[in-house]
T-cell receptor, first 115, second 114 residues
Framework: SQTIHQWPATLVQPVGSPLSLECTVE??????LYWYRQAAGRGLQLLFY??????ISSEVPQNLSASRPQDRQFILSSKKLLLSDSGFYLC??????????????FGPGTRLTVT | AQKVTQAQTEISVVEKEDVTLDCVYE???????LFWYKQPPSGELVFLIR????DEQNEISGRYSWNFQKSTSSFNFTITASQVVDSAVYFC???????????WGAGTKLIIKP
């Protein structure tokens, strides 16, 4: 069966510090990978998605970036955090789309507080 | 344009009551998929169901049931005999063949009081 891991679970970082969140998937090959952010009490905002190694699509311009150095590894980074980067970050994977079906499976999330 | 609307921001019921969460969608695609996810207080989103546009049969899974009606572009979710453990935020989402990304509703916060 497939599992998805995210770490760290919680993170408190000062404004201006760098960020690196990691996500790995086990039990599947060539998944689509996604990074979402969820502000407190709000819905889901897609930040990045990737259909393969080195292929990253950005949905929202910001000071965040993503990389996919390996097939099942997805990293979210920032060089300098802003207060507005605080939120709950969720990584998700989906199998290759089959006729439009695109159910996504989520990791446990990382709660980031920028102080 | 594709859109998912969950008009109910928050619902509060007493345990054992039945509750229906509404989801209305918009898409011009003839082939599409609809989803429901549950987000308990722990934060992780849990996939509940996927329904494709060619299958309008209602689905029942234990206390959960889903009513898909293409005529009204709705995919409603009913919990029968609600329990405190059902308290969560529930998201409805749409995926169309023209764009494999999930389009998310804003979510409905469900509070089940003991």
């Amino acid at each position: 069966s497939q599992t998805i891991h995210q770490w760290p679970a919680t993170l408190v970082q000062p404004v201006g510090s760098p960020l690196s969140l990691e996500c790995t998937v086990e039990g599947t090959s060539n998944p689509n990978l996604y990074w979402y952010r969820q502000a407190a009490g709000r819905g889901l905002q897609l930040l990045f998605y990737s259909v393969g190694i080195g292929q990253i699509s950005s949905e929202v311009p910001q000071n965040l970036s993503a990389s996919r150095p390996q097939d099942r590894q997805f990293i979210l980074s920032s060089k300098k955090l802003l207060l507005s980067d605080s939120g709950f970050y969720l990584c998700a994977w989906s199998p290759l789309p089959r006729s439009g079906s695109n159910e996504q499976y989520f990791g446990p999330g990382t709660r980031l507080t920028v102080t | 344009a594709q859109k998912v609307t969950q008009a109910q921001t928050e619902i509060s019921v007493v345990e054992k009551e039945d509750v229906t969460l509404d989801c209305v969608y918009e898409t011009r695609d003839t082939t599409y998929y609809l989803f429901w996810y549950k987000q308990p207080p722990s934060g992780e989103l849990v996939f509940l169901i996927r329904r494709n546009s060619f299958d309008e049969q209602n689905e029942i899974s234990g206390r959960y049931s889903w009513n898909f009606q293409k005529s009204t572009s709705s995919f409603n979710f009913t919990i029968t005999a609600s329990q405190v453990v059902d308290s969560a935020v529930y998201f409805c989402a749409l995926s169309a063949a023209s764009n494999y990304q999930l389009i998310w509703g804003a979510g409905t916060k469900l509070i089940i009081k003991p």
